[in-house]
């Protein structure tokens, strides 16, 4: 795979294949303005390397890295824009497919509709091959010519709010009911949805303007540093005639060090263009299930006696070094010693942790989903239904939580041991809600749904912060790469020229 990715950013140096792949996001390629773009990052980088008095063996290497890279940012600003045109259709789209439905009742009816609002596109293209497959193509499969329709959208726009449009439409159309109320929930839920992304956007476009500042303090920085220990030395007389620029190690620690800030640079704008329709996990799925399984299998009493041995083993060690005279190795091996007793609890913490983070991004969407079910579903169907397509964290919360169904469906604590394992008190509350749902039928229905909705709304609130915190590190964390990168070449910068000082004053001294 990193092969074939080298081979595509290789392809790009060619204007050709760079104007073919613009094409395919849907932009219009300018030569004359790529070649005027061209122009202006070789004079601008090579501007900076004449600002460090880089050898032209030096400067050819950063110029060509840049010649390497301008194809892969031009291609990546187009994507971004190409991401957000794709965003904002895949929002109107899921809005006016609602609004048409509601009118029509129709899944075609309403997907013609919606054909006439979009102009030429992406959009309007995936909607006229899902009505050509539903009115005059057959079903390849048993899902019928609607859903396979309707894929053929989701193909392109891949987004969990889209397939739950797509299935509230289907679910209508086959078995018929009140769809008002169901649509005013996923159309308030879209609205959130769009405020989240174009959020999220606003919060990347702030953090990497951030880390343009971040790089260009550090050049400057770097700069002044190494033309201040030049103007030092030249303070001093002495036969011995050397420049800090042509030091070495001083050409070879400014070449690395811009570098470095162009790769921080491709980084962080890389970073923008992510698919906006995507709502990524915070944590691998494996290492979430490895996590939960780690937590549920936890017990405090067996753990800490099975670590009781190796722990005083390392106690007992460090306690022989102390006594004999060794204090710093009988310290380690007690910090050790600790450590070796405490992991098991450590690690519980560390898990613990990563699944409840897990289980605020994904348990919103799930209870959702069992909110616009529960319009023609009781409350045991309609779990039952939702488990055949929750995440893979909640597959063995929904299993357990199916079998107490069935083994005791009126007990209360049958919905309240649902993940009771980690700290979720607004899942507490919605599972109680459930539990009356079940209990009292559907009398008042909408007052029902109206405060469960209201936890639903909270817990994604809390799982907005979340994500939000843990992007916030992220990109933090780019914003920090220049700073690194100039504090290691002030380094090599500041040692070089305090042994240059050295070999003038010795100079000095022998005159």
């Known amino acids: 795979m990193k092969r074939e990715g080298l081979w595509e950013k290789l392809r790009l140096l060619n204007p050709k294949n760079l104007q073919r792949e613009v094409h395919v996001y849907g932009y ?19 501007g900076i390397g004449m600002v460090f008095q880089l050898k032209p063996l030096f400067l050819a290497g950063v110029l060509l890295t840049v010649l390497f890279v301008f194809p892969v940012l031009v291609l990546d600003m187009y994507k971004k824009m190409y991401e957000q045109k794709r965003f904002g259709d895949a929002c109107a789209y899921m809005e006016q497919l609602l609004y048409a439905f509601q009118k029509t009742g129709k899944i075609v009816s309403a997907l013609k509709e919606v054909r006439g609002i979009f102009g030429e596109g992406q959009i309007r293209l995936c909607v006229e091959e899902a009505i050509a497959h539903m009115e005059y193509g057959h079903p390849v499969g048993e899902q019928g010519v609607l859903r396979e329709g309707l894929q053929k959208i989701e193909r392109y726009y891949a987004c969990d709010k889209l397939a739950t449009v797509h299935e509230l439409l289907l679910n209508t159309e086959e078995y018929g009911g009140d769809v008002e109320a169901s649509v005013t929930l996923v159309l308030e839920d879209i609205e959130r949805f769009k405020k989240r992304g174009y959020q999220l956007q606003a919060e990347k476009r702030k953090s990497h303007t951030d880390n343009v500042i971040s790089i260009v303090v550090a050049v400057l920085l770097c700069a002044a540093a190494l033309y201040l220990l030049n103007e030092m030395q030249e303070m001093f007389t002495s036969e011995v005639d050397v420049s800090v620029f042509t030091v070495p190690v001083i050409q070879i620690s400014s070449m690395v060090f811009l ?58 060690t460090a306690f022989v070094f102390w006594t004999v005279g060794w204090r710093i190795a009988g ?21 613990e942790r990563d699944v409840t983070a897990e289980l605020y991004q994904v348990l919103p969407r799930w209870l959702f989903e069992m909110v616009l079910l529960l319009q023609n579903n009781n409350v045991q169907m309609a779990i039952t239904k939702s488990a055949q397509h929750a995440p893979a964290v909640l597959g063995s919360e929904l299993a357990e939580l199916c079998a107490r169904m069935d ?17 979720l008190p607004e899942m507490l509350s919605c599972m109680k809600m459930l539990h009356a749902f079940s209990e009292n039928g559907t009398g008042d229905i909408d007052v029902q749904m109206n405060h469960l909705i209201e936890r639903v709304v909270l817990m994604q609130e809390r799982a907005d912060v979340l994500r939000s915190e843990e992007r916030a590190f992220r990109m933090k964390l780019i914003f920090a790469y220049p700073v690194l990168a100039a504090t290691g070449k002030l380094l090599a910068d500041l040692t070089v020229g305090m042994a240059l000082m050295m070999q003038v004053l010795g100079g000095m001294g022998g005159a």
Do not use: N
Request: hydrophobic share 45%.
């Open 407 to 423: 083994e005791r469906p009126d007990q209360l604590q049958t919905y309240t041991d649902f993940c009771k394992k980690f700290d």
């Open 331 to 351: 310290i380690l091996l007690l910090v050790t010693g600790l450590l070796v007793a405490m992991q098991p609890r450590i690690s519980y913490r560390i898990a």
């Open 259 to 316: 570098l470095l800030l162009l790769a921080f640079y491709v980084k962080s704008v890389r970073s923008l263009t992510a698919d906006w329709l995507e709502e990524k996990p915070l944590y691998d799925t494996a290492y979430i299930r490895h996590s939960y399984e780690l937590v549920m299998g936890y017990e405090k009493k067996a753990q800490q006696y099975r670590r009781l041995i190796p722990a005083g083993i390392v106690t007992m």
């Open 28 to 46: 219009r390629f300018s030569w004359r303005t790529h070649l005027m773009a061209v122009i202006a990052a070789l004079v601008g980088i090579g």
